[in-house]
Every structure is written in C-alpha cells, then in structure tokens.
C-alpha cells in the first residue's frame, strides 16, 4: 500500500518516505505536556494557511450516482479547532468545513463523524480572534475513524481491509502515509502493531493529540488524506437493526484477501513457505468466554490427531505471532470472537471450526463463516454450539457489568427461562451480551469428532 501516481482526476507528485516536523507555540506547562506525546519541536504560525481539497472516487466499483459514492479527499493544511471541536479548512474570502453537501466520503461511519457533508460558514473572528494558539505540523496522514473501539475484527473489516483496497487501487503501494486514528476514546490495543505495518510512522492517537491543545487553539496538517471504498467488505453488522448478515453484493473474492494477508505477512517477515509437519491452533479468550477445559482439549486432540496443538490468544501473543502460527495451520478451533478475524490468514485446504456458548445460534452470526467462504477461500467450515445450560458459566461481577442485574426479575426470569437469544437490534441487549460472554465447559469427543470430519 501506497507511493503516488496520476489517478482519476488528480494528479499526485511522488514522495519519498519522511518523518512529520511538527511546529508549536512555546507556551509554559504547554509545550512539555504537548512535546512530551509526539516527541517534536514546536513553534507558533502566525495565522491559520489557507487550504484546499480535490476530491475522487474511492474505487472503480462504487455506484457511479456522485450523490451515493464514496469518495476519497486530499486536504492540504486540513485544520482542527479545539473551539469548536471539529475540521475545516481556511479559504481565501472566508473559513469553511470541509464537505460540499454532494461529497460522501463516510462509508459506513469509516470516517469520523466531525467530517460533516455540508458547508457551514464561520465568522473571521472566530477563526481569527478566539483561535489564540495557532500550529502547523508538516507531513502526510490519513485521517479515519472506527465503528468500534479496539476490537480487531472491527480494525481489519472495517477499516484496514478497505483502506489497503482503495489506497493500492490509487497507486499507494508502499506506506508513506502516517495513520491518524480520529475521534477515538478506546486506543488501539493489541491492534496497534497491525496498523503499524500500513503507516509510515507510529501511529497518531487523535483522541490524545487533540486532548492535549490548549482550549482556544487550532492545528493544521500540511496533507491529509481521507476516506475510502465500502466495496471490499463483505459483513452487514446490523447496526440499529435486528438482524447482522453477510452482504448480497460484496466484490470481496479471495484474490482481495490474500493480497492484503500476503501484504501483512511481508511486513510482518513472515514466509509464505510452511513446513511439511502439520499442527492445529486454538484460539482463545482469557477475560470472558472463556473455553474452560481448553487444556483438556488441547491434550486430547493431540493424541487423536496426532500433531501439535499450541493454544494462542490476544493476552499472551502479538498479533504476528498469531499470525505466523496461523498461517500453516492445518486447523483453527475457537469460540466466537474477533480473534477469529486473524483466521483469514489460514491455506486453503484448513479448516475453521467456531464454538459458541450456550443460547447463541450461529446462524446469527456469520461473519468468520462467510469470509472462509468467500469465492476462491479454499478453507472448510464447521461450528459447535454448546446446548448443555450446565456447561456455561458467567461471573456474577461481568454478569452485572452487562446490565442483568439491573432487570426486573420476571425479565431475568424470562431470559433464564430460554434456550436460544432471539433475534435482537444491535448492539447493546443485555440478553445477548449475557449469554455471549458465558464461559463454558466444551464437548471434547464432539469437538474431536467435527475437527476429524473436517480436516478428512
């Protein structure tokens, strides 16, 4: 992912890799605590530059109504203000935010919401008079937001996946560009070093850079890049509605996929070569939904099998660790979660069996099961669900950190009393988290008995 060439209707200028220069007002009890985070030198500007923006289809896939494409935006000296709490830019006659009303350029929420489509005009004092502190920071970003906090699957589906996507199709092919996390409270979390690999630079927490501006203080960025295609995802997640659901029209093939596993894995130094020797992989929980006879499992499918069977997990293993294991498996075993995300990057000819706790149907939740699935994938599936109440647990603390106790008891009742969550509006019902994060106690020899069938 990306180095810059002609496209569409912009013409980019080539650029070597660099590290950003940022310039600061030397203010007391500011430049320390401000210095401290990107470890630069400051200096004041004395007025806010003037900026432009050239905006271009983020794919050749997207839907060619202007009104309904997502768009990706080049900003030169793209400022925040601290005042009002979000973008613009400077132009000459008068200060604006930065979207013409026909510009789409949030794909589903992957930019932050403070990139508002309309113009909204601001009087010269205020960007004049109340922006005391003014700063400019040199260097090239792109700029974007998340649906979820810190929550892997989230990173590669919503966002990673579609920015390598669009910023290879615009002839980004090498990462020049420093990623800047937007209006994000969450942090990165063990996604960090996955997004590492797609920035040129460590990774610009926005949440902390902007928390740490004196209040009546702006700051623009030389470039900024902004948005990309929703072509590449393949997941409806369901937000506001009842029902989540792999998407009817996705272009997502294997050839998108393992361009952007292959991509990781080079960063990573990983080989695309394994060894002959075939193994297994777990992949588990350690905080909830735990796999709670996991050793026993691990144990029993090495003397069934025959082959190593090495447990990992996001408490105990990096990101490329998992990656590295994966990658050769013969077979990937886990309860439903967004680790399993990191399974796109098993051969073809392996196999993913998905586990889920008691009450949870899998067929309301099919996102591993339709990206192994996608044309081309060459990976089996098979699932698990725990029908056994006795075998599920939860913590009386998580249980009501989820709400459950907050409920009137014949509502505590009602949910106790069923055996499956009905389908719920996302993403917040306390039936569902309660069941999603029970432990449990899974069935070996049906394990054992699925993984054989799969793996035959």
């Known amino acids: 992912m990306y180095g810059l060439t002609l496209v569409a209707k912009v013409t980019f200028i080539s650029i070597g890799m660099y590290h950003a220069t940022v310039y600061l007002l030397s203010l007391a009890g500011t430049r320390s605590r401000y210095g401290s985070f990107r470890n630069q030198g400051y200096h004041s500007i004395p007025n806010i530059p003037v900026g432009n923006t050239e905006c271009w289809p983020a794919s050749d896939n997207e839907p060619a109504d202007i009104d309904h494409t997502p768009m990706v935006c080049k900003f030169k000296n793209l400022c925040y203000s601290n005042i009002l709490h979000t973008f613009f830019i400077s132009r000459s006659g008068g200060t604006k935010t930065i979207f013409p009303k026909d510009v789409h350029i949030t794909p589903l929420k992957g930019i932050v919401d403070n990139f508002l489509p309309h113009w909204l005009s601001l009087d010269d004092d205020v960007m004049i008079y109340r922006h005391v502190h003014r700063y400019f920071q040199t260097g090239h970003y792109i ?95 369901g937000v506001g509605r009842i029902t989540e659901k792999p998407l009817n029209e996705t272009i997502l093939t294997s050839d998108h996929v393992r361009g952007f596993t292959s991509y990781a894995k080079e960063r990573f130094g990983i080989s695309e070569i394994c060894d002959t020797v075939p193994y297994g992989i777990i992949l588990t929980r350690k905080i909830n939904r735990k796999i709670l006879n996991s050793k026993d499992l691990q144990t029993t499918l090495s003397i069934e099998l025959g082959m190593e069977i090495t447990e990992l997990s996001m408490k105990f293993n990096s990101i490329s660790e998992i990656i590295r294991k994966v990658s050769c498996a013969r077979f990937a075993i886990g309860m439903h979660g967004a680790i399993l ?36 994938m060459g990976i089996e599936y098979a699932n698990w669900r725990n029908r056994d109440e006795s075998k599920s647990t939860i913590a009386p603390k998580l249980a009501s950190a989820l709400g459950f106790q907050n409920l009137s008891k014949t509502d505590r009742d009602d949910i106790l009393n069923r055996s499956e969550v009905p389908p719920k509006i996302c993403c917040d019902d306390v039936e569902r988290s309660y069941r999603i994060y029970h432990d449990t106690i899974v069935d070996i020899p049906a394990i054992v008995d699925i993984v054989k069938r799969a793996i035959r």
């Not at 390598?164 to 092919?173: A, D, H, K, R, S």
């Not at 051969?347 to 591993?368: C, K, Q, S, W």
């Open 143 to 237: 700029m974007f937001s998340r649906i979820a906090g810190s929550n892997i699957a989230h990173d590669i589906h919503d966002v990673l996946l579609p920015m390598f996507y669009t910023y290879n199709f615009i002839g980004l092919v090498e990462p020049v560009y420093t990623l800047f996390l937007i209006n994000d409270k969450y942090g990165f979390g063990g996604s960090e070093e996955l997004y590492r690999i797609f920035s040129s630079d460590a990774v610009v927490d926005g949440y902390l850079e902007f928390s740490l501006l004196p209040e009546n203080a702006a700051i623009c960025y030389e470039e900024v890049l902004v948005g990309y295609s929703k072509s590449p995802i393949w997941y409806d997640w």
């Open 341 to 376: 995300i990191l399974t796109m990057f098993l051969p073809p000819g392996a196999t993913l069996v998905e586990m889920f706790p008691y009450a949870i149907n899998p067929d309301n939740h099919r996102l591993f099961q339709s990206m192994v699935q996608l044309p081309g």
